[in-house]
């Protein structure tokens, strides 16, 4: 079975006479361009281009191999065409993979105004941090936290939103007594292998107790505000608990910058856009929250 995205790669390779220009012309790498026609080769056994110091040429099978493929990028034109033209109303399905924090801490009241606007629109919200496969339709859209940009699929569509900053935070019960040196030790509860970072030894409160590790986000918050110790958090999640406070002195690097990624035709669909533009809105918003300026919703 003959896969259109290689059949896509010849084409480009095809037209701009190099796999640099096809490159070019398909926003992705190099070594991509050569391995989707190296596929489509092996699946036809024969060789599509001579490689000569001019650039690429067909070989006598890839000029058959051309015109059929025109054909196919032309009934696939029409097809996206017809199905676009039905998929430009308010209704359908439309998953969103989104961090679990971002989820349940800032975006739920969003998620469900966006709900009751279009109630035709079937929602499934993927509560993830991992990277959903939108070419798979895996999702429709993806919203990350993403420390460079660059390392980001060059075929995702994103929309940049605020900048997320963290802090370090700990029970607000707790903190006078840890001020005052008390001797029940003070863990660093994390929900990774890693050491205490520099930046958390350098506040007013020092640890001194044995890590306290969890994999699960709820469980490192409920950790916090029973007082085991100090963790980092999301400024929009530490700043709007009323159980926690801030450890005076931190001052931890940024997080990181949000962005609102889609791919392909799947984003020109109505219910992709609604969605897209109704939540940079909504993230906006919160941009000094989300920053760490102490700003509530209210």
């Known amino acids: 079975m003959i896969d259109w995205d290689d059949v896509r790669y010849f084409l480009a390779a095809a037209r701009g006479g190099s796999v640099r220009a096809a490159a070019e012309r398909l926003g992705v790498y190099h070594s991509t361009v050569l391995r989707r026609i190296a596929q489509l080769e092996e699946r036809l056994g024969a060789q599509m281009f001579e490689k ?64 009751r606007m279009h109630p035709d629109i079937e929602m499934e919200i993927l509560t993830t941090g991992e990277v959903a496969n939108l070419t798979n339709r895996e999702a429709d859209v993806a919203i990350r ?38 001797p029940d030790p003070l863990r660093w509860i994390a929900i990774d292998n890693h050491g205490i970072p520099d930046w958390a030894r350098e506040g007013e409160v020092h640890i001194t107790g044995a890590p306290f590790r969890t994999p699960d986000a709820e469980t490192q918050i409920i950790a916090a505000q029973q007082g085991i110790g100090m963790t980092k958090l999301p400024c929009f999640v530490g700043d709007a608990d009323p159980l926690l406070v801030r450890v005076p002195g931190t001052n931890p690097p940024m997080h990181g910058t949000l962005w609102i990624l889609t791919q392909g035709e799947t984003r020109k669909t109505k219910r992709v856009r609604l969605f897209t533009e109704f939540v940079s809105r909504r993230l906006a918003a919160y941009a000094p929250l989300i920053a760490g300026l102490s700003v509530t919703r209210d």
């Not at 110091?53 to 097809?79: F, K």
């Not at 605020?162 to 001020?179: H, K, M, N």
């Open 52 to 115: 000569l110091p001019s650039g690429y040429r067909l070989t006598a099978a890839g000029e058959e191999v051309l015109e059929l493929a025109n054909q196919m990028e032309a009934s696939s034109h029409q097809l996206e065409t017809r199905v676009f033209g039905r998929d430009q109303s308010a209704r359908g399905l439309l998953r969103v993979t989104v961090p679990p924090f971002l989820a349940t801490h800032l975006l739920m009241p969003d998620l469900a105004d966006f709900a």
């Open 145 to 182: 936290i993403v420390a460079d940009r660059k390392t980001l699929p060059l075929n995702l569509h994103g929309l940049k939103g605020p900048e997320v900053f963290s802090g370090v935070y700990t029970s607000r019960d707790r903190l006078p007594a840890l001020r005052a040196g008390t």
